[in-house]
């Protein structure tokens, strides 16, 4: 067919010089005479027939990579020699069926409101093609057309074929796919959908799973007119889409899936077909708590509820569905699901010839956020990369065609919600809700899609909403032509029931009868839920499976012995930086960073921050924990101070030491692309799924976090006390000010700790237990279950015992990691091997060794933490006598705060009168905020209050102007013994 490059490039110039100079209008191949051209190339050049995509595309799809495509040879025939001739006799026939697939999707009947105009456009006209409907002559369709056992048909009859193919409660976007395979599978399948016909079981299921979710809404709204429950009504073809997705992947050998949903139908969802007892909807919905007494926990509302369970679907076997919980913060939650997809997949790598068999991530997105929100852009970026892919997302739009009452026409600038999937050559299938039976089969279809292909589809369900954005809003107030249509409308149900009636395929009154039935087994429920005494609680679905080790409440120190031997840690060192001879490394890594951290630890002594942060990563390999790094650039470091990846000058294919030094765990080192929000996210998602993962995300520099706050604010901090779900994520920020201006100076550490809920014994004791649920725990005691740890270590050694101590307690935090910049490389700044060995630990706060020689003549505490201390050191030294009388304490553990051992620090002067807390940060950030209440608390016996000195309150982070930089510093180091 196609031969080689040099007649791709022929082929392509004589086509643009030929046809596409004298024909195209606004980027269309359209012209009078088109036919006659087509016929001339179709005779000259047979090789182009067989792509007509090619021939029929605007100019524009003639981009680089089709360019690369052609010139490498990879695009090759998917059709045989029969078929390319059969096309070539026929080939305006073959432009015909490309128009259809290209623009049908604009004429089909996809809007159950009718309220979208179809547009027939010009090249759907036979006549465009010099082809006569009245003729009675025959065509071949082989390689055509799949008309199923009709080999040959006339022009009308092709006509009407591709009417009820591409114009009909159908509509499908392909033409913008790359890969000429892909359009050709799609193609086929989406031209045997009219022929494709549903077994009677599987019409009652779908009659019977839409009646149930109707009657479920009217239940809903009849017993709890004032709740706002995000009915599905209007689009209850979401529950056998669903339905199909999960049978038809657990028929491809699909054990589990990962499922993320906004909040509407997510109760229908739960209590449909999750396996969610009524009863328990039914308690919360009635304003009680999800969490029994003595769980630790704030719940959260009904549309955030997640689910886990079992679903026997006829395959090998059952499939394991998990519907993760979210915010209200809409599709925040679809990076998180595609993580903990990721992870299941890489725990279960070895048990599936393709591991992405094994697990599939579904999205349901509503259609205003599918592209309102551009984490969806964001998730969808990350489908095809190597270090992010699950092997294909099935994304379900449940399109209410309309925001809350923003319209499309005002909440998009593309004319469907799903045409954010082009950004990965994704196919998107429209599909009428009002015609349940086609989105069975578009569903099977796209399962059936991401199976073969490993890619993401999107599936468009146009529906609408019966009620207003919750069912306690009057939509009439700016809709109300298009809620007059909805309230004159039949529902679904309805709808669906009486053509199976009149079909035979259920009996007279069968929808009465199954409400019925469901109705009565919801009241059922409800007596259960009549008071206390009458509800019994189900098992708390917390800390089961891999987590059965884990605890809520900390069973043990909050600093276990971390350290190991000096041999075993020299021979991970070095294993960290071994390579073969076919590794090529570049020479300067060779002697700055292979050697050099040779010599160290033959020394034992002067260990940096990077070849502390080896050692725990190692060691924890060699203890069977997998670890994960994460961010942009982490391979190397954005300070090129990691190089865990060691690229070869053969042919820079990275080379992992750790991975080839026979440790029972698995390093992996993915360099993200530049994404915050999608990124953490995942990462966020991953280390959900099993807590011998040791997941680090690491931002370029600190201040970057605040791409990703949504993450942060609504999972990160408080996913264990609304949702019960325990993380041990790692994120590191990079921080310090050092003249890198306002975006690459501050981390925001005062965010972080502003969402700590750690114990504040400064707090009053009037205030508010801190939960409802008779734990005892209140401010004044301090929560024995904080929610993250937050720390700013200014040593090697305390850095190296942080990551370790995350995977050797029996329970899982967040850790936050104040990480520096400068002091990456700080000659003082340095560790020995014996700081790591048996019987070491984290220390939350380090006090002062030179102090304690004589903590009597001590007059002046001050506090500090990270960086800053090394500075203050050095001034002390300079002051010589007038710093003699001065102690520097660092805290390393910000939050929780670490009350006894500052205290204990505090009580070694006794002649102490004057107690300081210097920070680099300004005024208005950094920790001062957050530790002067609590030190004050302990000084509350003295008569004494801490003091702040820093920089003055700013707007941003820190000045722009380098020499102005310079000058603060000076004073602000300089001044610190005249304070």
């Known amino acids: 067919a196609l031969h080689n490059s040099s007649s791709y490039c022929f082929d392509l110039a004589f086509f643009c010089l030929i046809y596409l100079a004298p024909c195209i209008h606004f980027g269309s191949v359209r012209s009078r005479n088109s036919p006659y051209m ?17 021939l029929v595309q605007p100019l524009v ?13 990879a695009a090759r025939s998917t059709f045989t020699q029969e078929e390319i001739k059969n096309r070539s006799a026929n080939s305006n026939l073959v432009r015909l069926v490309s128009a259809y697939q290209k623009y049908g999707h604009l004429a089909a009947d996809i809007d159950p409101l009718g309220r979208t105009p179809r547009v027939r456009m010009a090249e759907l006209d036979p006549a465009q093609y010099g082809l006569d409907p009245s003729s009675s002559s ?105 339905d199909a997705i999960f049978k038809s992947s657990s028929a491809h050998g699909t054990e589990e899936v990962v499922l993320g949903m906004p909040h509407r139908g997510r109760l229908n969802l739960l209590v449909g077909m999750l396996n969610y007892r009524a009863r328990d909807l039914l308690w919360k919905v009635k304003g009680n708590s999800e969490l029994p007494s003595g769980i630790l926990g704030i719940g959260d509302v009904l549309s955030h509820i997640g689910q886990s369970t079992d679903l026997p679907l006829g395959g090998k ?104 999937g082009k950004l990965i050559s994704a196919p998107i299938i429209h599909v009428n809700s009002d015609s349940p039976e086609d989105v069975v089969k578009v569903c099977r279809l796209a399962a059936d899609y991401r199976h073969q292909f490993k890619k993401d589809i999107i599936i468009d369900l146009i529906g609408y909403r019966r009620h ?98 000096a041999e075993a840690l020299k021979e991970i060192g070095l294993a960290s930086v071994k390579y073969p001879e076919s590794v090529d490394v570049h020479q300067r890594l060779q002697r700055t960073h292979c050697q050099a951290r040779r010599e160290r630890l033959d020394k034992g002594t002067g260990l940096d921050w990077a070849t502390a942060e080896a050692l725990a990563v190692g060691s924890l390999l060699k203890e069977n924990f997998n670890v994960r790094i994460s961010g942009q650039d982490v391979g190397r ?191 003082t700044a340095v560790s020995s091997l014996a700081e790591m060995a048996p019987g070491t630990s984290f220390q939350p706060v380090i006090g002062d060794a030179v102090a304690d020689q004589n903590p009597a003549q001590i007059t002046r505490v001050v506090f500090c933490s990270g960086k800053i201390y090394y500075d203050l050191f050095e001034e002390r030294k300079k002051a010589g006598e007038a710093g003699s009388n001065t102690a520097l304490i660092r805290l390393e553990e910000l939050s929780p705060f670490p009350y006894d051992l500052v205290q204990k620090e505090m009580h070694k002067y006794t002649n102490a009168s004057r107690f300081d807390w210097v920070q680099e940060e300004q005024h208005n950030a950094g920790a001062w905020f957050y530790v002067e209440p609590r030190i004050n608390y302990l000084l509350q016996s003295s008569s004494h209050k801490i003091n702040y000195i820093g920089r003055p309150p700013l707007a941003a982070c820190a000045i722009g102007v380098g020499s102005w930089h310079k000058k603060e510093v000076e004073l602000l180091t300089k001044s610190f013994f005249k304070a």
């Open 61 to 73: 799809r003639f981009n680089v990579s089709t360019l690369r495509s052609f010139s490498s040879g």
């Open 317 to 420: 076997k059952d499939l394991h569905v998990t519907l993760l919980q979210n915010p209200s913060h809409l599709e925040a939650v679809d990076p998180v699901v595609l993580g903990k997809t990721r992870a299941k997949q890489e725990t279960h790598r070895e048990s599936h010839q393709d591991r992405h068999d094994g697990s599939l991530c579904v999205m349901l997105h509503g259609d205003a956020a599918m592209t309102g929100q551009g984490v969806v852009t964001e998730t969808l970026a990350l489908s095809r990369l190597p270090g992010f892919t699950t092997g294909g997302t099935i994304h379900l739009i449940v399109n209410n065609q309309i925001g809350f009452t923003t319209t499309p026409v005002n909440g998009r600038s593309t004319k469907y919600s799903g045409d954010v």
């Open 468 to 565: 207003g954005h919750n069912e306690v809003d009057e939509p009439a107030f700016t809709q109300p032509g298009m809620y007059t249509n909805i309230r004159a409308k039949q529902t679904i149900a309805t709808v669906y029931g009486k053509a199976l009636e009149a079909e035979g395929v259920i009996p007279a009154g069968e929808k009465e009868r199954v409400a019925q039935a469901e109705h009565a087994r919801l009241d059922e429920e409800m007596k259960h839920t009549l008071s206390a005494e009458t509800y019994k609680y189900p098992p708390v679905d917390q800390l089961q499976g891999k987590w059965a080790d884990m605890r809520q409440v900390p069973l043990v120190p909050s600093s276990p012995d971390t350290g190991l031997q």
């Open 637 to 827: 470091g954005t300070f090129s101070q990691r190089h865990y990846e060691l690229h070869s000058a053969n042919n820079e294919k990275p080379y992992l030491p750790f991975n080839n030094m026979g440790a029972a765990g698995r390093l992996e080192m993915v360099n993200s692309n530049l994404s915050e929000f999608a990124v953490l996210g995942f990462e966020y998602g991953y280390s959900l799924e099993d807590p011998r993962n040791l997941v680090i995300w690491e931002a370029q520099f600190g201040d970057f976090a605040n791409g990703a706050q949504i993450i942060i604010d609504q999972f990160l901090c408080s996913g264990e006390a609304k949702w019960l779900r325990q993380s041990g994520m790692v994120m590191l920020l990079p921080h310090g000010y050092d003249g890198a201006g306002p975006e690459h100076s501050s981390s925001r550490i005062e965010r972080f700790l502003q969402l700590c809920d750690g114990p504040d014994l400064s707090c009053s004791s009037t205030t508010l237990p801190t939960h409802f649920n008779n734990t005892g725990l209140t401010p004044s005691t301090g929560n024995m279950n904080p929610n993250m740890y937050v720390i700013n270590p200014s040593t090697p050694a305390n850095y190296y015992h942080a990551l370790r101590r995350q995977m050797h307690r029996n329970f899982r935090k967040p850790l936050v990691v104040i990480s520096p910049k400068l002091i990456l490389r700080h000659p």
């Open 138 to 242: 025959s065509v071949s369709l082989q390689g055509i057309l799949n008309a199923g056992r009709t080999s040959s048909a006339t022009v009308a009859d092709v006509i009407k074929q591709l009417d009820s193919m591409y114009c009909n409660k159908v509509g499908a976007q392909i033409s913008h796919i790359e890969d000429e395979a892909e359009i050709k599978w799609l193609a086929q399948r989406l031209e045997a959908l009219p022929r494709d016909g549903l077994s009677k079981e599987d019409r009652v299921n779908t009659f019977n799973l839409i009646t149930r979710s109707e009657a479920f809404d009217h239940f809903m709204q009849k017993r709890f007119t004032a709740v706002k429950r995000y009915g599905l009504e209007g689009n209850e073809s979401m529950m056998p889409a669903l």
């Open 38 to 54: 087509w016929r001339l190339i179709s005779r000259r050049h047979v090789p182009l027939v067989h792509r007509p995509s090619v």
